[in-house]
T-cell receptor, first 112, second 115 residues
Framework: DAGVIQSPRHEVTEMGQEVTLRCKPI?????LFWYRQTMMRGLELLIY????????DSGMPEDRFSAKMPNASFSTLKIQPSEPRDSAVYFC??????????FGPGTRLLVL | AQSVTQLGSHVSVSEGALVLLRCNYS??????LFWYVQYPNQGLQLLLK??????LVKGINGFEAEFKKSETSFHLTKPSAHMSDAAEYFC?????????????FGTGTRLQVTL
């Protein structure tokens, strides 16, 4: 298995632009999680899905952030408009019945 | 509610020395406990996990951890450090609900290994 795939790996954009991060979970996993990692706040769970349905989005910072999972093999995290304080590494993770979450390599976002 | 406390944001050991990374948790229900490792510019990789059963859990790369309910601890150890162990280590807890659920992470401990 290729593991969790994220794209792009690096993104540099200007403030105000729309940013879309993509994630392909491990085939057969029912759960998908989006995390954000910063020096100041550490690892934060933003949102997670079960069977493509959002279960808990209480970690989404504000309305500028949105996440979708149109099918079992694809999810997006969108930031519109982006701000410099959104600069972080964004991780996607997926999990099956046995609980263990497997993480992707992350997308390093820099908003100028 | 659940939380994780990792004592020591930075730990430095000599190559060949014992590695001990501390983790204490708080959980209102029986927890699942995890240790993940993050190498520079990479994602998190599972080292080991405790769900139920044997309280001493062995993981990859020679690491192990012991679940001590009375101390609410899940410390990570390795008898002999190797240079390749230098990384950041995260302890995490989730609720034992039988299905995948939210992980709450500690703030991480950066392990430095010196010659």
């Amino acid at each position: 298995d290729a593991g969790v795939i994220q794209s792009p790996r690096h993104e540099v954009t200007e403030m105000g632009q729309e940013v879309t991060l993509r994630c392909k979970p491990i085939s057969g996993h029912d759960y998908l999680f989006w995390y954000r990692q910063t020096m100041m706040r550490g690892l934060e769970l933003l949102i997670y899905f079960n069977n493509n349905v959002p279960i808990d989005d209480s970690g989404m910072p504000e309305d500028r952030f949105s996440a979708k999972m149109p099918n079992a093999s694809f999810s997006t995290l969108k930031i519109q408009p982006s701000e410099p304080r959104d600069s972080a590494v964004y991780f996607c993770a997926s999990a099956g019945f046995q609980e263990t979450q497997y993480f992707g390599p992350g997308t390093r976002l820099l908003v100028l | 509610a659940q939380s994780v406390t990792q004592l020591g944001s930075h730990v430095s050991v000599s190559e060949g020395a014992l590695v001990l990374l501390r983790c204490n948790y708080s959980s209102s229900v029986p927890p699942y406990l995890f240790w993940y490792v993050q190498y520079p510019n990479q994602g998190l990789q599972l080292l080991l996990k405790y769900t139920t059963g044997a309280t001493l859990v062995k993981g990859i790369n020679g690491f192990e951890a012991e679940f001590k309910k009375s101390e609410t601890s899940f410390h990570l150890t390795k008898p002999s450090a190797h240079m390749s162990d230098a990384a950041e280590y995260f302890c995490a807890v989730s609720q034992n609900t039988g299905t995948a659920s939210k992980l709450t992470f500690g703030t991480g401990t950066r392990l430095q290994v010196t010659l």
